[in-house]
C-alpha cells in the first residue's frame, strides 16, 4: 500500500507540475516526474508481486517494459529540449506566448 | 527494519525531489531537485534487486538527460514572471483534481497492494535482462534503438534548423 501511496503521489505531483509551469524547462522536467513515478511502479510489481506467482522471468520482463518507459522518457526529452532551444532563438519559453502552430 | 528504513529514505528523497520540480522557480534548483528526483528512482531499482536498471537510470538521465538540460539551460531565458504557487484560482483548481486523482489512483489500485511485498521476493540481475531484451522482447529492444536513433536525428534537425534561417 505505502508504494501505491508513494507512486501516486509522485504522478499527482508531476501532473500538478505539467498543468501550473509555464516554463517550458519545467514543463519537462514535471514530465518526467510522472514517467519516474511509473517506472517505480512497474519495477517494483515486477520483483514483489507473490500472488501472481512471479518469478525470476518475470522479474526480467519487468525490466525491459521499465527500460522501454526509460528510453521513450529519455526520447521525449531530446525532442523537447530542441524544440526549447527553437522557441529560445525566437523569445519565447513559456508555454502561454506559443499561440500560433503552422499548418 | 533496515529494509524498511530504507524504503523510507528514499521515498523521502524522491517526494522531495518532485517537490522541489514542481514549487522552484529558479532553474538550477529544478535541475538539481530533478536530479535528486531520478538518483532517488535510481534507488528503487537497486533496492528492488535491479542493478541494471539502476545503473542504466544514472548512466541515461543523471549523467545524459540532465547535462541535456543544463546545456538547454544555457541558452534559456530566466523566467521572471512566474506566479507564486497556488496563488491564482487556475492552481487551486488543478490541485484539487490532482488530490482527486490521487484519492481515485489509490481506490482503483488497492486490490493490488495486498498482492505484493514491501522487499523483493525475486531478483533480476543483468544476466536475466539479457537473456529477455535479445529473447522474447527482441523487437522490442530493436524498436527502441531505432526510436532512439530517429529522436536524435530529429533533435539535431528541429534544433539546427534555425542556423539556416
Same mark, same amino acid.
Given at each position: 500500500?505505502? =508504494? !501505491?501511496?508513494?507512486?501516486?503521489? =509522485? &504522478?499527482? !505531483?508531476? @501532473?500538478?507540475?505539467?498543468?501550473?509551469?509555464?516554463? =517550458?524547462?519545467?514543463? !519537462?522536467?514535471?514530465?518526467?516526474?510522472? !514517467?519516474? *513515478?511509473?517506472?517505480?511502479? %512497474?519495477?517494483? &510489481?515486477?520483483?514483489?508481486?507473490?500472488?501472481?506467482?512471479?518469478? *525470476?522471468?518475470? *522479474?526480467?520482463?519487468?525490466?525491459?517494459?521499465? =527500460?522501454?518507459? %526509460?528510453? @521513450?522518457?529519455?526520447?521525449?526529452? *531530446?525532442?523537447? @529540449?530542441? %524544440? @526549447?532551444?527553437?522557441?529560445?532563438?525566437?523569445?519565447?519559453?513559456?508555454?502561454?506566448?506559443?499561440?500560433?502552430?503552422?499548418? | 527494519?533496515?529494509?524498511? +528504513?530504507?524504503?523510507?529514505?528514499?521515498?523521502?528523497?524522491?517526494?522531495?525531489?518532485?517537490?522541489?520540480?514542481?514549487?522552484?522557480?529558479?532553474?538550477?534548483?529544478? #535541475?538539481?531537485?530533478?536530479?535528486?528526483?531520478? +538518483?532517488?528512482?535510481?534507488?528503487?531499482?537497486?533496492?528492488?534487486?535491479?542493478?541494471?536498471?539502476?545503473?542504466?537510470?544514472?548512466? #541515461?538521465?543523471?549523467?545524459?538527460?540532465?547535462?541535456?538540460? $543544463?546545456?538547454?539551460?544555457?541558452?534559456?531565458?530566466?523566467?521572471? /514572471?512566474?506566479?507564486? +504557487?497556488?496563488?491564482?484560482?487556475?492552481?487551486?483548481?488543478?490541485?484539487?483534481?490532482?488530490?482527486?486523482?490521487?484519492?481515485?489512483?489509490?481506490?482503483?489500485?488497492?486490490? $493490488?497492494?495486498?498482492?505484493?511485498?514491501?522487499?523483493?521476493?525475486?531478483?533480476?540481475?543483468? /544476466?536475466?535482462?539479457?537473456?529477455?531484451?535479445?529473447?522474447?522482447?527482441?523487437?522490442?529492444?530493436?524498436?527502441?534503438?531505432?526510436? $532512439?536513433?530517429?529522436? +536524435?536525428?530529429?533533435?539535431?534537425?528541429?534544433?539546427?534548423?534555425?542556423?539556416? /534561417?
Amino acid at each position: 500500500m505505502s =508504494l !501505491l501511496l508513494l507512486t501516486s503521489a =509522485l &504522478f499527482c !505531483l508531476g @501532473l500538478y507540475g505539467v498543468l501550473t509551469r509555464h516554463d =517550458l524547462v519545467a514543463l !519537462l522536467a514535471s514530465v518526467e516526474v510522472m !514517467l519516474g *513515478a511509473g517506472t517505480i511502479q %512497474l519495477a517494483a &510489481f515486477s520483483t514483489t508481486l507473490i500472488a501472481t506467482g512471479t518469478s *525470476a522471468a518475470s *522479474a526480467a520482463s519487468g525490466q525491459g517494459y521499465t =527500460l522501454a518507459i %526509460l528510453v @521513450l522518457a529519455a526520447a521525449e526529452a *531530446a525532442i523537447g @529540449l530542441a %524544440l @526549447l532551444v527553437v522557441l529560445v532563438r525566437s523569445g519565447r519559453t513559456r508555454t502561454d506566448q506559443i499561440e500560433e502552430v503552422r499548418g | 527494519m533496515t529494509a524498511q +528504513l530504507t524504503w523510507l529514505a528514499l521515498a523521502a528523497v524522491t517526494l522531495a525531489g518532485a517537490a522541489g520540480v514542481i514549487s522552484t522557480r529558479e532553474i538550477m534548483r529544478l #535541475v538539481i531537485a530533478l536530479g535528486t528526483f531520478l +538518483l532517488g528512482v535510481a534507488g528503487f531499482f537497486a533496492f528492488y534487486a535491479l542493478p541494471f536498471l539502476a545503473v542504466a537510470q544514472v548512466f #541515461v538521465y543523471v549523467g545524459g538527460v540532465l547535462v541535456l538540460f $543544463l546545456f538547454a539551460i544555457m541558452a534559456h531565458k530566466p523566467d521572471d /514572471e512566474g506566479r507564486r +504557487l497556488l496563488s491564482a484560482r487556475f492552481d487551486a483548481g488543478v490541485a484539487v483534481t490532482c488530490a482527486g486523482l490521487f484519492i481515485l489512483l489509490i481506490v482503483t489500485l488497492q486490490p $493490488l497492494a495486498g498482492l505484493a511485498t514491501l522487499a523483493p521476493v525475486v531478483s533480476s540481475g543483468p /544476466e536475466a535482462a539479457a537473456a529477455v531484451l535479445l529473447g522474447p522482447q527482441l523487437p522490442l529492444f530493436e524498436l527502441l534503438g531505432a526510436l $532512439l536513433l530517429a529522436a +536524435l536525428v530529429a533533435g539535431i534537425a528541429i534544433a539546427g534548423k534555425g542556423d539556416d /534561417e
